[in-house]
């Protein structure tokens, strides 16, 4: 997993040896958000040095309500928003890590797909219901379908059989492309839904550039790989005796436009000269 080498890559700049400064244990979820609780809590009891939330607000959430005194490094969409510190710069708690820019990027993401496929048939959007930033992501891709007067068909799912079902409904709806909007769950679900738009022919946009590198037709959104980076700079950090309330939350703040090219072939199309020029990466 990249996010995972990344991670790693950053413990092991702080001179920190696995196997004998430290020992990972790994909980996964596999995007089932209801049994993070019980992870994060079997971590507690362990009494480990650091919980490293990662995958974004779900797994973050519920470390945080596990524990006051653990200290916890996490992704996450808006860490104010979600209770997690008091204030970037000063994080005043157990937990500190790296903002993530995802959930609020859906009116970009779905107006290249405006600038890219213009008219006025619909969109699809696949929003998960139980990600906590879904709300804000409804509100402002209504927005941003009224400001371009396009409409849009809003597809829930939680798990694999809501996913399925939203495959078979999209199936026969006459949209143009779909946007997956930023959710943990989708990103573990990445394959599926790349291969559901293969089989359908149906151009879609993703929030990282690992959806375009598996054969989605093209990204917008943070490198996500950096971000895992600097979550390893700070899990060595704090193992070494620095606290979690004086580490001020990183922000992402570069974003990449990626694109597909052999994708796009395959959907029978391409990509405007001037819009491939302003992508930061052109996969062939």
């Known amino acids: 997993m990249f996010v995972l ?6 413990l092991a700049e702080s001179g920190l040896v696995e196997g004998k400064d430290f020992a990972i244990v ?53 860490p104010i928003k979600s209770g997690l510190v008091a204030s970037l710069n000063q994080p005043g708690g157990n937990a500190t890590g790296v903002y993530v820019l995802t959930a609020d990027l859906e009116q970009k993401r779905l107006g290249l797909l405006g600038e890219l496929f213009p008219g006025t048939t619909p969109f ?25 007067g396009r409409p849009v068909i809003i597809l829930n799912a939680s798990t694999d059989d809501e996913l399925d079902a939203a495959f ?11 946007l997956v909007a930023s959710d943990p ?18 151009p879609a946009m993703y929030q990282f550039r690992e959806y375009a590198l598996a ?14 980076h600097a979550l390893g700079n700070y899990a060595a950090r704090i193992l070494k005796g620095d606290k ?15 694109i597909n090219l052999k994708t796009a072939r395959a959907l029978g199309f391409e990509f405007p000269p001037t819009f491939s020029a302003r992508a930061d990466e052109v996969i062939e």
């Open 26 to 78: 790994f909980r996964w979820a596999y995007g089932a958000y209801d049994r993070l609780p019980a992870l994060a809590a079997e971590l507690v009891n362990r009494q480990v040095a650091v919980i490293v939330a990662a995958g974004g607000d779900p797994s973050a959430r519920a470390a945080k309500a596990a524990t006051s005194m653990t200290p916890i490094v996490f992704t996450a969409t808006d």
């Open 124 to 148: 699809a959007v696949l929003l998960n219901p139980k990600f906590a930033p879904t709300a804000q992501q409804a509100v402002e891709l209504a927005e941003a379908a009224r400001t371009m």
């Open 5 to 10: 080498a990344a991670f790693q890559e950053g």
């Open 185 to 202: 769950f989708f990103d573990t679900r990445r394959n599926k839904i790349i291969t559901f738009a293969a089989q359908q022919k149906l």
């Open 168 to 178: 078979f409904t999209l199936a026969r709806q006459r949209v143009t492309a779909m």
């Open 244 to 258: 979690p309330a004086e580490l001020p939350v990183l922000q992402s703040a570069k974003f990449e436009l990626v």
């Open 215 to 228: 054969g989605g037709l093209m990204s917008y959104g943070i490198n996500l790989a950096e971000g895992y």
